[in-house]
């Protein structure tokens, strides 16, 4: 098959490792996937993938291969099918939307003022079928990363240093988000861990949340969350300034099949009454488990079920996600490991977004977004969705300009 010019080791961008740096100052004349559409490296790079796709259809309808060579070029052909069809696809909407900006350009005199309007709204149309079409495209040229189907695990900690109980409040807040979200999202969200502060706040919690694509949208997430604002409960808000707090979120995958093997003499299995609220039996059974594992200090709780033995299943479950995340960041050993790059130092310098509540702003900084409307933010619905829409989108645009980057480095001889 090399003879035919058209056989490639790995299907499309696999060729590459990426990582997303949100912040490289080099990306930011491609803030959408349109604009990345009209880079030359891109229009060159699909151009090759339509002819070889081309070529292997000639191939295949000419009947002139082995089975084996057959099959190689069938898979092939289903890898470049809907990318050629989606590059066609925006080619002709790109010819439309042409055609209307010649037009529009004729059309300045009164008598056709309302043609004219007519037409500057087919184009804007037209824009958002360009720009919904270039996303597509772009979301079949980055593979799916191995994680993305997976449930996961999702870590809230108010925190520890700065902005005491407004921290906690504002760690509920952020908890009941994601709650709302998975609803929104009609994801299964099962609170694992739920530690109330005594003011009415958050200190811990954690729940395993599962559905479609769970760990895909939420990826993201993880990280350190600010908040500033004028504390309505409290001893801060007999301050009446505005305060600075943080909190943490962890996001972890946790596949179906976890084959990690846990030796029980590596465990020390405590168990406490639960907190906070649950029915009758809070603070009357010790039906809540906490399990650390010896040699990595790992340590989980759960009080969710009011069986001692059911808590016991689901922390040992959250501790293999957890030594398997473990696994997952040894074979990321190159790249920082995905726990410290949610985590950080938990310092400020290193936060992910701002809710400022005296702006009413939402503040994304790895992609410099700003949300107004922090209630609606925070109601977990629509507003938070196109928030990580937007940060998946701009994960898509920065994989495929770092792929484009490697080829031509490669072709360049650098």
């Known amino acids: 098959l090399h003879n035919h010019g058209f056989w490639r080791p790995k299907p499309l961008l696999d060729t590459a490792r990426f990582t997303l740096s949100f912040n490289s100052q080099r990306r930011k004349n491609h803030q959408n996937s349109q ?11 699909l151009e090759t993938l339509s002819k070889e796709y081309q070529q292997v259809s000639h191939q295949l309808s000419a009947d002139l291969l082995n089975d084996f060579e057959q099959k190689a070029l069938r898979r092939r052909c289903a890898d470049l099918s809907p990318i050629a069809a989606a590059f066609q696809e925006i080619k002709e909407a790109e ?12 059309l300045d005199s009164r008598d056709e003022k309302q043609l004219l309007q007519l ?12 720009n919904m079409l270039c996303r597509k495209l772009f979301q079949l040229l980055v593979p799916k990363e191995k994680y993305d189907r997976s449930p996961v695990i999702l870590e809230v900690t108010a925190g520890r240093t700065t ?33 109330p502060a005594e003011i009415g706040g958050l200190h811990h919690a954690a729940a395993h949340i599962s559905g479609e694509n769970v760990y895909r949208h939420l990826k993201y997430e993880g990280g350190t969350h600010r908040v500033q604002r004028i504390p ?12 600075t707090g943080t909190m943490s979120v962890i996001v972890l995958p946790q596949p179906e099949e976890v084959d990690i093997k846990v030796d029980p003499k590596d465990l020390r299995i405590d168990t406490f009454r639960a907190r906070g609220a649950g029915g009758q039996h809070v603070n009357k059974t010790d039906s809540a488990v906490r399990i650390v594992h010896l040699p990595t200090g790992l340590a989980v709780e759960c009080q969710q079920e009011r069986s001692q033995q059911l808590n016991k299943e689901i922390a040992l479950r ?8 473990q696994v997952i960041e040894k074979q990321l050993s190159q790249e920082q490991s995905a726990r410290k790059l949610q985590l950080g130092t938990r310092a400020q310098s290193e936060r992910i977004r701002t809710y400022n509540f005296t702006q009413d702003r939402v ?21 938070l969705d196109k928030l990580i829409n937007r940060l998946l989108e701009f994960a898509e645009i920065e994989a495929v300009t770092q792929y484009l980057e490697n080829l031509q480095a490669l072709e360049g001889g650098g």
């Open 35 to 45: 604009a990345l559409w009209k880079h030359e490296a891109v229009q060159k790079y």
């Open 95 to 106: 010819r439309e939307v042409q055609e209307l900006e010649a037009m529009c350009t004729e």
């Open 119 to 130: 037409a500057l709204e087919e184009k804007e149309s037209l824009d958002k079928k360009m």
């Open 163 to 195: 902005g005491g109980d407004i921290c906690q409040q504002f760690t509920k807040e952020m908890f009941e988000m994601y709650q709302n979200y998975a609803d929104y999202k009609r994801w299964t969200f099962d609170i694992v861990n739920y530690t």
């Open 232 to 243: 309505e409960t409290g001893m801060s808000s007999r301050m009446q300034r505005i305060h």
């Open 318 to 325: 959250t501790l293999r996600a957890k030594l398997y995340q």
């Open 363 to 383: 503040t994304d900084h790895r992609i410099s977004y700003d949300a107004r409307n922090i209630k609606e933010i925070l109601s977990g619905k629509e507003a």
